[in-house]
């Protein structure tokens, strides 16, 4: 089975300080993404990356960066967290289009349920 | 820029009860999933529905992709409180890993 694990269920940090979300997951896959989901906005794409040094940005990148240094690990920071920032961040995977019975499926983590105080 | 929208956003009923959950877009999709999410977890995968017009049964849970491909529905019937949850439908536009999401349909199944 695939495995997709963060590195903290729950996390309390102080405004202004610099957060690090770990996410690894086991199954040699090439994509990685980070989510974050709040009520009733859904889940919202941040950043995304296809191979190991490279990174895209989705469709809210502002005030976060990642680093995949790594094919299993995709690393999220928060370079100085606010209180806007206090959510659930979900990291999923999937593997590159190669297969004929491939249909782009994601594999989730557990979740990182982030309060900045 | 592709949507699904999803509805309900929220359903509360009884055990025993059927329901369905829809998902649509004016976009086509090359495949479309089904995730469901319990509180405080990951969502995790039901089905994929690929073809136009195919219908997918998983127990009490039957997944229907349209025959344009730009929407789908997931029917539960006799649900039961095991069945709360999130749903969460995706939509896969052909590009490169990312997928569309829904917002979700947030269902309380009550004893």
């Known amino acids: 089975d695939v495995k997709v694990t963060q590195s903290s269920r729950y996390l309390v940090k102080r405004t202004g300080e610099k957060v690090f979300l770990e996410c690894v997951q086991d199954?040699?896959?090439?994509?990685m993404f980070w989510y974050r989901q709040d009520p009733g906005l859904g889940l919202r794409l941040i950043y995304f990356?296809?191979?190991?040094?490279?990174?895209e940005k989705g469709d809210i990148p502002e005030g976060y960066s990642v680093s995949r240094e790594k094919k299993e690990r995709f690393s999220l920071i928060l370079e100085s967290a606010s209180t806007n920032q206090t959510s659930m961040y979900l990291c999923?995977?999937?593997?590159?289009?190669?297969?004929?019975?491939?249909?782009?499926?994601?594999?989730f983590g557990p979740g990182t349920r982030l309060t900045v105080l | 820029t592709q949507l699904l929208e999803q509805s309900p956003q929220f359903l509360s009923i009884q055990e025993g009860e059927n329901l369905t959950v829809y998902c649509n877009s004016s976009?086509?999709?090359?495949?479309l999933q089904w995730y469901r999410q319990e509180p405080g977890e990951g969502p995790v995968l039901l089905v994929t529905?690929?073809?136009?017009?195919e219908v997918k049964k998983l127990k009490r849970l039957t997944f229907q992709f349209g025959d344009a491909r730009k929407d789908s529905s997931l029917h539960i019937t006799a649900a039961q409180p095991g069945d709360t949850g999130l749903y969460l439908c995706a939509g896969d536009p052909g590009s490169q890993g990312n997928l569309i999401f829904g917002k979700g349909t947030k269902l309380s199944v009550k004893p």
């Open positions: 999923a995977s999937s593997p590159v289009r190669r297969l004929a019975d491939f249909y782009n499926e994601q594999f």
């Open positions: 976009s086509v999709f090359s495949s």
């Open positions: 529905v690929v073809t136009g017009g």
């Open positions: 199954m040699d896959h090439e994509n």
């Open positions: 990356s296809y191979d190991v040094k490279m990174k």
